[in-house]
């Protein structure tokens, strides 16, 4: 039984019940812990790994089917002989991910979280025991899709770049603000369909910069090449920061 | 999903303060969440009933307090607002900062 009068601390208040034969003290303990810390250590184990082993961390984030893979895909080769590359894929279920960027010749480790809806630092700090970070410049991590979960979860990343599609609607970043906020950079992709879809570039441009002013756009698209050389030039660019 | 792991981390974080305090029961666990933490409070409500069983807090009642985002405006000083906003509550005036509204803590448990 807690006993109050001999180990009351500070920040403590006590109120008396009555049960019947005896007296039980309730007590209010004051905490004031943050939840969820396990995986903020966690992101912050990943921080320093990344910069010890002057590795470019990028956490590449958006809806299911908004293109992130060949986004990866594009980007390895047009970073060939510039920077090398090592990626790994997140995913509820399969290696279909992992087996595609596989064939681009590069390091490639996939984690499937079963049912988690976004990757957990700690399955990302184990995912790097089949990376050498040692041979590579430019760690891209492809997380789950999902514009939710993965918003709460940072993996100790350098650089978040969020990718949106034209067919997703341009007003994504109004509903989905926490996602776009803490995001450096904003993927626009397969503009080559804009003429199909109603999605107005101008709109997602101001939506995106009334939840994070700061954000950097860029316009591409894998079937005619647009935007993808600027948007390589700035991640190698990043890179050159970091290592400086 | 995400909010059955929450409701865990909490009834972990109260039972083991409980032990320290040398509780037999936990009656009450108050937690403090963020309005810009997307978390559905009857959500972790219903996940939180079934992370108790069989611990020091079955039973116990869960209180959520609700943190607002703080809107810093130059002129009417800081604003409660329930969401990210980019104008000022009070006056309209735009480019305002916001802060909090980010939290997710276990604030207290009350234990016998």
Redesign the interface.
């Given at each position: 039984m807690y006993n109050s009068r001999t180990h009351r601390r500070p920040g403590q208040r006590t109120a008396w019940k009555k049960f019947p034969g005896r007296r039980v003290a309730a007590v209010k303990v004051e905490i004031e812990k943050e939840i969820q810390q396990s995986a903020e250590a966690a992101s912050r184990v990943l921080e320093r790994i990344f910069a010890s082993r002057k590795v470019l961390a990028i956490n590449l984030v958006s809806s299911p089917g908004s293109g992130k893979t060949t986004l990866i895909e594009t980007m390895i080769d047009r970073l060939d002989g510039r920077k090398r590359i090592a990626v790994v894929e997140g995913d509820i279920e399969t290696e279909i991910d992992a087996e595609r960027i596989r064939k681009h010749g590069v390091q490639v480790h996939q984690i499937t979280t079963r049912s988690a809806c976004h990757i957990p630092p700690a399955l990302l700090v184990k995912a790097l025991d089949h990376i050498d970070l040692d041979a590579a410049d430019l760690l891209v991590v492809e997380n789950v899709g999902n514009l939710v979960c993965p918003a709460e979860v940072p993996l100790g990343e350098d650089v978040r770049v969020v990718a949106l599609s034209v067919t997703e609607g341009d007003e994504k970043p109004l509903k989905y603000p926490l996602i776009f906020k803490p995001s450096r950079i904003l993927v626009i992709t397969k503009t080559d369909l804009l003429p199909f879809v109603k999605f107005s570039t101008e709109a997602v441009k101001a939506a995106a910069r009334s939840v994070n002013p700061a954000i950097e756009i860029f316009e591409t698209s894998a079937v005619t090449g647009e935007g993808l050389a600027a948007l390589v030039d700035r991640i190698e660019a990043l890179h050159a920061e970091k290592v400086r | 999903?995400?909010e059955l792991g929450?409701a865990t981390?909490?009834v972990a974080?109260?039972v083991s303060?409980?032990q320290k305090?040398?509780?037999?029961k936990i009656?009450t666990v108050t937690?403090r969440v963020g309005v810009?933490?997307?978390i559905v409070p009857e959500s972790v409500r219903m996940f939180f009933e079934y992370a108790v069983k069989g611990t020091l807090a079955e039973g116990a009642a869960l209180e959520i307090e609700e943190e607002p985002v703080l809107v810093s405006c130059r002129d009417c000083g800081d604003t409660p607002a329930s969401g990210?906003t980019?104008s000022c509550p009070a006056c309209g005036r735009d480019g305002v900062a916001v802060k909090g509204g980010d939290?997710?803590?276990?604030?207290?448990?009350?234990?016998?």
């Open positions: - | 999903m995400h929450i981390e909490i974080a109260a303060e409980a305090h040398g509780a037999v009656t937690i810009l933490r997307g990210l980019v939290s997710l803590r276990i604030v207290s448990i009350d234990i016998e």
